[in-house]
């Protein structure tokens, strides 16, 4: 399944998780990320939110889990942040040991680095399977992907397909 970190319609980040899915095959589905801001008293007087329950049930259901976020002033946006923090409310802990791999784009150079390793830290309180494939990073990705969505770079998409491959044979090792 696929979480992206943006919510934008014209987003490079559920582009680039376009391109991931296509490459690694099968079913796939996006979890939505317009969740309520965690607020202790809407979970104490209404308990978890259905969004919320909706994305974890994906999420559980899921072979893999490929996130991609987008840099926000060097780190993950707060959109996922805040999704990771509601997912974190439930039981079973979903992500525990459930094979994901992480990537980032962004308009910057470094194509969102530091997000993806602040990602990858945001990650790390669930104690998923990180895939251990190539770090897939997109830089510039407002001009990454064509008019259909496919990211425009080949060396790119060897590597996201390289990342996609290691994923699978992971998940279903
Ligand atoms: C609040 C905000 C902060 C940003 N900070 C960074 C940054 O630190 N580094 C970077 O490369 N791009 C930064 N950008 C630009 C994003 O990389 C760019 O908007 C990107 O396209 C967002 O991903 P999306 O296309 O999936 O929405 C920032 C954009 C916003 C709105």
């Known amino acids: 399944m696929c979480i992206s970190g943006s919510l934008r319609r014209g987003s490079s980040n559920t582009a680039l998780l376009r391109e991931a899915a296509r490459l690694y095959g099968g079913d796939h589905r996006f979890a939505d990320l317009r969740l309520p801001l965690y ?4 979970e104490g007087a209404s308990g978890l939110p259905e969004d919320v329950l909706r994305v974890t049930r994906q999420i ?6 490929v996130v991609s976020t987008p840099e926000y002033n ?3 946006s707060g959109v996922l942040k805040n999704a990771l923090d509601w997912i974190s409310r439930t039981k079973p802990f979903v992500l525990q040991d459930k094979p994901v791999a992480i990537l980032a784009a ?12 602040s990602l990858m830290m945001a990650l790390a309180a669930f104690r998923p399977r990180f895939s251990t494939g190539p770090e897939v990073l997109i830089a510039g990705s407002g001009a990454a992907f064509d008019a259909e969505g496919r990211l425009s770079d080949p060396r790119s998409v060897a590597v996201l397909g390289q990342a996609m491959d290691r994923l699978r044979s992971e998940a279903t090792a």
């Open 39 to 42: 607020d202790g008293d809407l």
């Open 60 to 65: 559980e259901a899921a072979e893999a889990v």
């Open 74 to 76: 060097k780190m993950l």
């Open 106 to 117: 962004a308009a910057g150079q470094s194509g969102g680095a530091r997000a993806r390793y």
